[in-house]
């Protein structure tokens, strides 16, 4: 009986000693369990921005006037541990040349972490120095660009809209899918039936390849097919012509410069004229003019009339002589100006 009692004694005891070590191990391994998970939330939080490709660079440069364009073009991350990436461009004056600064939102899946930013500088430029930038080897963003991308991306969609249509299950693709869906099954049955080692040569009864899918079956066919796409839109820029008429002023010209005239002052006189030859006598050539012509056997007379005499000068300043004429300042033009986008399917904004 007394050894009876001390096997006794001795299993408790070995019991109780396996209980407590097994409660000392399980305390150990959830003690590492959670440490393990605090330094795996550390890590993802430090390392988030390195879950995220394509935002490497800390500057970006746009030429003025420039829109549509998407911030979000390029960037991808890890879905597993990413959320999403959002973008706040609200700062941007677009129209005036100037640095601005953009702010990118990292959400991450594990909502136990805290979103990280990632701050960008934007330089607007004008066109002059957009190109200067080009040579030297910078990207500038600008409106051909912007279209360029959209075209990228409408030729892109369209081109995975055509492979979708073309990935379509037909009715002998479902059968194959189905026969996929529930595969898992039949190698269930399989390894049960290799157990039993009965049925190892015959088709498992589940797994026949022409048999309608069950309801699990076709919940599982239903996600792999590929979905309708939806339309998305695909803006373009688009313009409409401004005329501006032509710029002009009116300016004189000198048609006839400034000159002075002397005008001739006139009186009338009385004068006494030889009646025989016509020349005009004086008091002093009167007398021995007319015994000439009596000495020559001719008349001799004489006779007075009126005659115009100048007796000074006015001087009269005449002025410059102007024309006015039209000079052209800036030739008319039309110009292109944005006037907002348009979707191919008729859409606008």
Same mark, same amino acid.
């Given at each position: 009986?007394?050894?009876?009692?001390k096997k006794k004694m001795i299993a408790?005891?070995?019991?109780?000693?396996?209980?407590?070590?097994?409660?000392?191990?399980?305390?150990?391994?959830?003690?590492?369990?959670?440490?393990?998970?605090?330094?795996?939330?550390?890590?993802?939080?430090?390392?988030?921005?390195?879950?995220?490709?394509?935002?490497?660079? *800390?500057?970006?440069?746009?030429?003025?006037?420039?829109?549509?364009? *998407?911030?979000?073009?390029?960037?991808?991350? *890890?879905?597993?541990?990413?959320?999403?990436?959002?973008?706040?461009?609200?700062?941007?004056?677009?129209?005036?040349?100037?640095?601005?600064?953009?702010?990118?939102?990292?959400?991450?899946?594990?909502?136990?972490?805290?979103?990280? %930013?990632?701050?960008?500088?934007?330089?607007?430029?004008?066109?002059?120095?957009?190109?200067?930038?080009?040579?030297?080897?910078?990207?500038?963003?600008?409106?051909?660009?912007?279209?360029?991308?959209?075209?990228?991306?409408?030729?892109?969609?369209?081109?995975?809209?055509?492979?979708?249509?073309?990935?379509?299950?037909?009715?002998?693709?479902?059968?194959?899918?189905?026969?996929?869906?529930?595969?898992?099954?039949?190698?269930?049955?399989?390894?049960?039936?290799?157990?039993?080692?009965?049925?190892?040569?015959?088709?498992?009864?589940?797994?026949?390849?022409?048999?309608?899918?069950?309801?699990?079956?076709?919940?599982?066919?239903?996600?792999?097919?590929?979905?309708?796409?939806?339309?998305?839109?695909?803006?373009?820029?688009?313009?409409?012509?401004?005329?501006?008429?032509?710029?002009?002023?009116?300016?004189?010209?000198?048609?006839?410069?400034?000159?002075?005239?002397?005008?001739?002052?006139?009186?009338?006189?009385?004068?006494?004229?030889?009646?025989?030859?016509?020349? %005009?006598?004086?008091?002093?050539?009167?007398?021995?003019?007319?015994?000439?012509?009596?000495?020559n056997g001719e008349n001799a007379s004489?006779?007075?009339?009126?005659?115009?005499?100048?007796?000074?000068?006015?001087?009269?300043?005449?002025?410059?002589?102007?024309?006015?004429?039209?000079?052209? *300042?800036?030739?008319?033009?039309?110009?292109?100006?944005?006037?907002?986008?348009?979707?191919?399917?008729?859409?606008?904004?």
């Open positions: 009986m007394e050894q009876k009692k408790l005891i070995v019991a109780g000693v396996v209980l407590i070590g097994g409660a000392g191990i399980g305390t150990v391994i959830w003690a590492n369990n959670s440490n393990k998970e605090d330094r795996t939330v550390e890590t993802k939080k430090a390392d988030l921005l390195e879950d995220v490709k394509g935002l490497e660079l *800390d500057k970006l440069y746009m030429e003025v006037k420039t829109k549509g364009n *998407d911030f979000l073009k390029g960037i991808t991350y *890890d879905k597993k541990v990413v959320k999403e990436v959002l973008v706040d461009t609200s700062n941007v004056n677009y129209e005036k040349e100037g640095t601005y600064e953009i702010v990118y939102t990292i959400v991450p899946v594990d909502s136990k972490m805290d979103s990280v %930013e990632k701050k960008v500088q934007i330089e607007v430029v004008s066109p002059e120095k957009a190109e200067e930038l080009k040579k030297e080897g910078h990207d500038v963003i600008t409106n051909e660009t912007v279209n360029e991308d959209k075209k990228q991306e409408e030729s892109e969609k369209k081109e995975e809209e055509s492979k979708g249509e073309e990935q379509k299950p037909s009715t002998g693709n479902s059968n194959s899918e189905t026969t996929g869906s529930v595969s898992s099954g039949n190698n269930n049955s399989t390894g049960s039936n290799s157990s039993s080692g009965s049925n190892t040569g015959s088709k498992p009864s589940t797994g026949g390849s022409t048999s309608k899918p069950s309801t699990g079956g076709n919940s599982n066919q239903g996600s792999q097919k590929p979905s309708t796409p939806s339309h998305t839109h695909n803006w373009v820029q688009q313009y409409t012509t401004v005329h501006h008429p032509e710029k002009g002023h009116n300016e004189q010209y000198v048609i006839k410069e400034a000159w002075t005239e002397s005008v001739p002052i006139y009186e009338t006189v009385m004068k006494t004229f030889c009646g025989t030859c016509g020349a %005009e006598l004086t008091l002093e050539t009167a007398g021995s003019h007319e015994e000439k012509h009596m000495l004489r006779y007075e009339k009126p005659v115009q005499v100048i007796k000074g000068y006015e001087t009269i300043n005449h002025q410059a002589e102007y024309g006015t004429r039209y000079v052209v *300042d800036q030739a008319a033009y039309d110009e292109q100006v944005p006037a907002g986008f348009k979707c191919s399917c008729g859409a606008t904004k």
